[in-house]
């Protein structure tokens, strides 16, 4: 009976009703991105924490304004409160990681007097003999690494939860999004502030996007009866279907580790004047790259459990899929128990699937990938250019300290 009064209700709402909710739906998604935005500016200087309170206490409040919000607004999206809390953990420790030495985006011609970066180790430091081309290059890279700091960690999460790999590979765009901000000039914003607004309303939009499309998608097989007509609608273009994409995937995330793993190695080494300030950068990495990695290995345990308790159960372990493994999904990692859906949830999915054109987020969602993974090539490529270019540069600052200068907040 309820099936049969849902599909009634889906075919009596007119294709006009459907674009009108999908276009207040978009707005909705569009204000919230905007929020995002705002609340990055404000974690990057436009409200002045440091003169409120302490040193530490403004760094922490500085990057909770952003991470709480984050991870709230992904629980609330995709209805999954581990997804949430990862977003909001690694939101947080991955704002300490500073990015002052590659933000001018070769403007500074006296960069070679800045403190050292994090990846100065692949990317060489700046000299002062540098044109403007080598100069944009290597900070475009440096940015595009560091904004892989802030998404890949939690993106590989939410990939394994069932939200997509888009996130993961978002934050290769913080290099564009910094080149392109350094020439915003309106009354709302200026160069770094139009930058800051830009990344916060980006990462709102990847993450928003892949939670909501990709919680109501996943909901089909839990909620059939909402629209029996649902079976014939084309699975989330976020799933990597085949072997060799899976691959390519999971290797990404190895390089990257390798990447995070030497950028910790080197700036323990760094000499700074400010401690703190290396404290912080040092904390970001560590907790970053601590848990990429045991994500990563978490992951292989539950696929090697499964394959045993599939062999011993069939007499021979089947080639698995490695979506139907999802990291901290399963209660049990092996077990095929689903986890209780929230208690929202249904009734969100049956106002997207009843009121919502969903081909417009599933071609939305596809559009930030496609962006996405022409980011991350184009970084990894210009990693490599710029480590040969610049292989007999110096690595560290010579003759004296690191010099820190940046802000309260840590770029």
Same mark, same amino acid.
């Given at each position: ?5 849902? !599909?009634?209700?889906?075919?009596? %709402? $007119? #294709?006009?009703?459907? @674009?009108?909710? *999908?276009? /207040? &739906?978009?707005? =909705? ?25 302490? !040193?530490?206490?403004?760094?922490? %409040? $500085? #990057?909770?304004?952003? @991470?709480?919000? *984050?991870? /709230? &607004?992904?629980? =609330? ?31 500074? %011609? ?84 139009c930058s800051e607004y830009l990344w916060g309303i980006w990462v709102w939009l990847v993450l928003l996007t892949s939670s909501l499309y990709g919680a109501v998608t996943r909901a089909r097989s839990t909620y059939p009866d909402v629209h029996p007509e649902s079976s014939g609608v084309p699975q989330p273009s ?174």
């Open positions: 009976m309820l099936q049969t009064e849902s !599909y009634l209700f889906y075919r009596k %709402t $007119s #294709r006009c009703r459907r @674009a009108l909710a *999908t276009s /207040l &739906v978009l707005c =909705l998604l569009l204000a919230c991105c905007l929020l995002g935005g705002f609340l990055n500016r404000c974690r990057g200087g436009y409200v002045d924490f440091g003169s409120m309170m302490g !040193y530490w206490p403004a760094h922490v %409040t $500085s #990057r909770l304004i952003v @991470a709480v919000p *984050t991870g /709230l &607004v992904v629980w =609330l999206a995709s209805q999954n409160f581990r997804a949430g809390l990862s977003v909001c953990l690694m939101t947080w420790f991955s704002l300490y990681v500073g990015w002052g030495p590659y933000m001018s985006m070769g403007e500074d %011609t006296a960069g070679y007097n800045s403190r050292s970066g994090v990846f100065d180790w692949a990317l060489g430091r700046q000299m002062q003999n540098w044109s403007y081309p080598r100069r944009v290059v290597r900070d475009y890279t440096g940015m595009s690494l560091r904004g892989l700091i802030w998404t890949t960690p939690q993106g590989y999460v939410l990939y394994h939860l069932g939200l997509g790999w888009c996130p993961s590979l978002s934050g290769s765009l913080m290099g564009l999004v910094y080149f392109a901000g350094n020439y915003g000039n309106t009354p709302l914003c200026k160069s770094a502030a976020s799933k990597l279907e085949s072997t060799f994409s899976k691959v390519v995937f999971e290797l990404f995330h190895f390089v990257f580790g390798l990447i995070l793993g030497s950028s910790t190695c080197y700036y323990a080494l760094v000499e700074q004047e400010d401690w703190k300030n290396k404290g912080q950068t040092f904390f970001g990495l560590f907790t970053g790259f601590g848990f990429l990695v045991s994500t990563q290995f978490l992951h292989l345990g539950m696929l090697k459990k499964k394959r045993e308790r599939s062999a011993h159960v069939h007499g021979q372990a089947p080639v698995e899929d490695a979506e139907s493994t999802t990291l901290l999904l399963s209660p049990s990692p092996v077990t095929d128990e689903v986890v209780t859906p929230h208690p929202t949830s249904r009734k969100i999915y049956e106002f997207f699937e009843i009121n919502v054109e969903l081909s417009v987020f599933k071609w939305l969602h596809l559009l930030l990938g496609v962006v996405s993974f022409l980011g991350t090539i184009v970084a990894f490529v210009l990693t490599i250019m710029t480590l040969v270019w610049n292989i007999h540069t110096p690595r560290f600052l010579e003759d004296t300290a690191d010099i820190c200068n940046c802000t309260f907040s840590g770029i």
